[in-house]
C-alpha cells in the first residue's frame, strides 16, 4: 500500500496534474491517484484545504502536503536522486526556477 497520494483534476484537460503525475511516475514513487474535479464548486473548499492556490496537482506524502509542481520535482527530486529529476549541477538547477519565475512575471 503506498503512503503518497497525488491529487489531481483531469490529465487530459490539466497540464499542471499531468505534470505532478508525471513527476511521481518519472521518480518511481508510489502513490495513490485522488482525482478531483476542478469545475465543481462543492470542490472549492477541498482544494483549499489542500493547496492555498487552489491548483493541482499536490503531493501527500509522509504527512507532507507540496502542492507547487516545481517544489513537487524538488521533494521528489531529494527522495529519489536516482530518478534524476533535476540536474545534479546546482547552478543547472536554478533554471527551471528563473524559468517559473519569469512565466508568472509575465502573467
Known amino acids: 500500500m503506498s503512503d503518497a497520494v497525488l491529487t489531481i483534476s483531469s490529465k487530459n484537460y490539466s497540464s ?8 511521481c511516475r518519472m ?4 502513490f ?3 482525482i478531483v474535479p476542478v469545475d ?6 477541498e482544494l483549499l484545504l489542500l493547496s ?10 509522509d504527512g507532507i502536503r507540496i502542492w507547487d509542481t ?3 520535482a524538488e521533494y521528489l527530486n531529494e527522495i529519489r536522486p ?12 536554478t533554471v527551471p ?11
Open 27 to 30: 521518480a518511481s514513487l508510489e
Open 70 to 72: 516545481l517544489a513537487i
Open 16 to 23: 499542471w496534474s499531468l505534470r505532478g503525475w508525471l513527476l
Open 40 to 45: 465543481d464548486p462543492a470542490n472549492r473548499a
Open 97 to 107: 526556477l528563473d524559468l517559473r519565475r519569469n512565466a508568472f512575471a509575465i502573467q
Open 82 to 93: 536516482k530518478a534524476g529529476l533535476l540536474p545534479k549541477d546546482r547552478a543547472a538547477r
Open 32 to 34: 495513490v491517484e485522488e
Open 52 to 61: 492555498p492556490s487552489i491548483l493541482v496537482s499536490c503531493l501527500t506524502h
